[in-house]
């Protein structure tokens, strides 16, 4: 039985609004797996960007195997993004156009032991909007608490 991995992106939901969420295969290497499978990954510094219709995960990091050899992967390289041709299509039309970004948001291994990564289609959040947001959850917050010590 494999122990699932689920490394995410907290600084994204503060930093940009998601508009849309996709879940992407990512083709890796052997030494990669392994890693990630041990938890040894980052993506709060990613970000998606395409290359010949293509989508990419740059600037995650993914820290090398302790047990690899000469073959060892290294930790920041560029891996590519497995989607739907349809799906990409309307990801290069939405940031050409809008000026949105694609954030990596979780990456996580399914059932069958094969790393995904959730994607977001963002638009950034000014300051004001990020004060709005701590202020939701700080009412919620004690409204929770109020709650609870009601019953």
């Keep these: 039985m494999q122990k699932t991995v689920n490394i995410q992106n907290k600084r994204a ?6 508009l849309e969420t996709y879940t992407a295969g990512i083709v890796l290497t052997g030494t ?3 890693s990630i499978r041990l938890g040894k990954a980052q993506i709060t510094e990613g970000f998606c960007e395409f290359h010949n219709n293509e989508l990419f995960a740059i600037n995650t990091s993914i ?3 302790a047990f690899g050899n000469s073959f060892n ?3 920041k390289s560029e891996r590519k993004l497995l989607l739907n041709r349809r799906e990409l299509k ?3 039309r939405s940031v050409d156009q809008k000026g949105l970004t694609i954030i990596p948001l979780r990456l996580f291994t ?3 032991g094969i790393a995904k990564l959730d994607i977001g289609l963002c638009r950034g959040k000014k300051t004001y909007d990020k004060r709005e947001t701590l202020k939701e959850n700080d009412t919620k917050r004690d409204l929770d608490r109020i709650k609870k010590e009601y019953r």
């Design 13 to 18: 939901r503060f930093d940009y609004e998601i």
């Design 32 to 34: 990669e797996i392994k």
């Design 63 to 65: 820290e090398e195997y």
């Design 73 to 75: 992967h290294f930790s």
């Design 90 to 92: 309307s990801l290069e």
């Design 110 to 112: 399914n059932e069958k």
